[in-house]
């Protein structure tokens, strides 16, 4: 079945410290990846994707995401967070065709300053 | 431009009634997409139109639940004979064509709350 494992649930940082959030997923096939963030009280919207190409792609507001291919993965690095990363942040996988996203459990991430 | 948009933005309501939930997707995306996001259930994909073709309706969780999409644009989700475990966020995502590697725009959602 298709699946996108988030193995942290809660992660509390301070200022400056440097993040690494887990995503693993479980998807046949030619797949696209995606992170997605939400800010308390906004949308939804979009971090970073892979589709093809570098493995090691970059996002808004510093981050950036390395797709593993053998190891599954997709995990989302910043190097020195901020208490305006406090949010939800969501793996997320679809198939190259498209269509529906398999999200993850989400991560909530909290910058003390 | 516009984004996405949804409403109403809140709807409470009592068990067994009907409900409508309306997207507005933003001009010129052929490909539509609803969500439901719960604390227990995390962010779950209900279904799917792309054009012309057949919806995807893979993801709904049961026959009370049905969604149209009138002259590829706006979409309404319809949940019947309400029932607690509705109680949820709806969300509506939008995107250019559906293909492979296109970021899903989402809206703000509706908040559903079955009492």
Not at chain 2, 40 to 65: H, M
């Amino acid at each position: 079945a298709q699946s996108v494992s988030q193995h942290n649930h809660h992660v509390i940082l301070s200022e400056a410290a440097s993040l690494e959030l887990g995503c693993n997923y479980s998807y046949g096939g030619t797949v696209n990846l995606f992170w997605y963030v939400q800010y308390p009280g906004q949308h939804l919207q979009l971090l970073l994707k892979y589709f093809s190409g570098d493995p090691l792609v970059k996002g808004i507001k510093g981050f950036e995401a390395e797709f593993i291919k053998s190891k599954f993965s997709f995990n989302l690095r910043k190097p020195s967070v901020q208490w305006s990363d406090t949010a939800e942040y969501f793996c997320a996988v679809n198939s190259n065709q498209g269509g529906k996203l398999i999200f993850g459990q989400g991560t909530e991430l909290s910058v003390k300053p | 431009g516009a984004g996405v948009s949804q409403s109403p933005s809140n709807k409470v309501t009592e068990k067994g009634k009907d409900v409508e939930l309306r997207c507005d997707p933003i001009s010129g995306h052929t490909a539509l997409y609803w969500y439901r996001q719960s604390l227990g259930q995390g962010l779950e994909f209900l279904i799917y139109f792309q054009g012309n073709s057949a919806p995807d309706k893979s993801g709904l969780p049961s026959d009370r639940f049905s969604a149209e999409r009138t002259g590829g644009s706006v979409s309404t989700l319809t949940i019947q004979r309400t029932q607690q475990e509705d109680s949820a966020v709806y969300l509506c995502a939008s995107s250019l064509a559906g293909r492979g590697g296109e970021t899903q725009y989402f809206g703000p959602g509706t908040r559903l709350l079955v009492l």
